[in-house]
């Protein structure tokens, strides 16, 4: 393999290949394949592969060229570990049983179920408010709600950090977005006072996660509702993250700092915890759950959540609140830590809180595509995370936990971890002598983050 070939594979992003130019706009993506194509031919392409049995803590996996691997199954988003689970199973059976797989149309005409009903019910207990509706997916949800709320001379204020639903429903639906410095209480305030200062008239939707998946970190919920209250814009948190995964009685970080009812708008994903596609919006205003429901597009002209699908996520829901959802969260929150003590142990460093993620902090692009390239021989199934995810020159793998690790799991986990990054570094060491130090790799710079709006 030529050293040519390699920094092609080892340099560059998907960014570079965003705005393709030429009047032919099939032939004018051939070389974001192509750069992909170079990267696969040595396996340095580590997305789209497909299991091939259920995601459980150990797994077999087919990587995008059709290489199957077995191996300790981290990179699987199931953070309760229900999807397999038997009780989840048979509602699933039942209900196919009882309807057939399809809803047959989209809430707005006849799409709703009883068990979308019930679901809807169930979701609005959980979190102590009176409406919910809900969406054929957690990235439908946060786009729907941002496009059918916001309008073209209203603003969105939204963390920089922000998922990529929540980010293309604010440009789709105003010019005016305002990015603030990640969980910066402070420069939230900066942002509305400037807006409120020039914009008495428009609406300000403030917009966060309650638990961020590439960090794991989370903002102080209520000092934002406040400053929204303070500023009259509404609060929008998606709890895709920790709902039903953490805090008290699984209602996450909402429920851990007791704000349970008080959020303005709160939406989620059934796909993290709740053994399912979906999402939903919930809030304390049926107006705003009617409007949503005819002028959020992504909810009127999308066919509705499935009924086993609906039934599904209301059981998990029901586990959740259960005895047996209680110690899911204990033993999930034990093995976190285990996982957290043996990654220290093995000095490799991680960022963020406890919670079902922890990201493993790698750095330069080149060095994360290695080790994550050493990943299926040492059978470890885990997910590089790189720019433009997350800032350049700050890549990392963002292991994913189930309770139904093991132990032994996440021991053997820190340990092949380690042999990656160790064996991925003598690659590394040797390919930027034969480049002589020209990688076209970036530093970790500020300037690399998202980019944030000065405030
Ligand atoms: C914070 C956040 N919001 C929304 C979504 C979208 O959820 P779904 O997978 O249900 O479409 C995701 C999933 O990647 C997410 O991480």
């Known amino acids: 393999m030529s050293t040519s070939d390699l920094t092609q594979a080892l340099t560059g992003s998907a960014r570079d290949f965003r705005a393709p130019q030429g009047t032919d706009l099939m032939a004018r993506v051939g070389p974001f394949y192509e750069w992909t194509e170079v990267r696969r031919q040595r396996s340095l392409w580590p997305y789209s592969k497909s299991t091939q049995k259920a995601p459980l803590s150990t797994c077999t996996a087919h990587d995008d060229s059709g290489m199957q691997f077995t191996g300790l199954n981290f990179g699987t988003q199931d953070y309760l570990g ?27 005409l006849a799409g709703n179920t009883k068990y979308s009903l ?187 959540l499935s009924p086993a699908q609906a039934a599904t996520v209301t059981k998990v829901f029901e586990i959740v609140q259960s005895e047996k959802g209680q110690q899911l969260r204990s033993l999930l929150m034990t093995r976190i830590g285990q996982l957290r003590d043996a990654l220290n142990a093995e000095g490799l460093k991680y960022t963020g809180n406890p919670s079902p993620i922890v990201p493993v902090l790698v750095g330069d692009e080149a060095l994360a595509r290695l080790v994550s390239r050493q990943l299926p021989a040492l059978e470890v199934i885990a997910n590089l995370v790189e720019y433009p995810a997350v800032a350049k020159g700050d890549a990392r793998l963002r292991l994913q936990m189930m309770p139904t690790h093991s132990l032994e799991n996440v021991q053997a986990l820190a340990s092949k971890l380690r042999t990656a990054i160790d064996l991925a570094q003598v690659e590394y060491a040797r390919y930027r002598a034969a480049v002589g130090g020209v990688t076209g790799v970036t530093a970790v710079t500020d300037a690399a983050r998202p980019t944030v709006t000065a405030a």
């Open 118 to 304: 019930r679901l809807e019910e169930t979701i609005s207990g959980f979190l102590n408010v009176d409406h919910t509706v809900l969406y054929p997916t957690g990235w439908a949800a946060g786009y729907g709600v941002i496009k059918g709320l916001v309008r073209p001379s209203d603003h969105v204020v939204m963390d920089g950090l922000a998922h990529a639903c929540l980010q293309e429903g604010a440009y789709s639906a105003t010019p005016n977005v305002y990015l603030h410095g990640h969980l910066n209480v402070d420069s939230v305030r900066r942002h509305l006072r400037r807006i409120r200062d020039k914009d008495t008239t428009n609406g300000i939707l403030v917009v966060t996660e309650s638990l961020f998946s590439m960090d794991s970190d989370t903002p102080d919920l209520k000092a934002l509702q406040n400053l929204c209250d303070e500023y009259e814009a509404t609060l929008l948190v998606d709890v895709a993250h920790d709902l039903g995964a953490m805090g008290p009685g699984g209602r996450g970080f909402i429920g851990e700092q007791d704000m349970l009812g008080k959020i303005d708008i709160v939406m989620g994903s059934f796909s993290k915890t709740f053994a399912s596609n979906g999402g939903f919006v919930s809030c304390n205003s049926v107006a705003v759950k009617q409007y949503l429901k005819y002028f959020g597009s992504t909810a009127m002209f999308s066919n509705a």
């Open 82 to 108: 229900l999807s397999s689970d038997p009780e989840i199973k048979e509602v699933a059976k039942a209900v196919i049983d009882e309807y057939g797989i399809h809803s047959a149309g989209s809430s707005a």
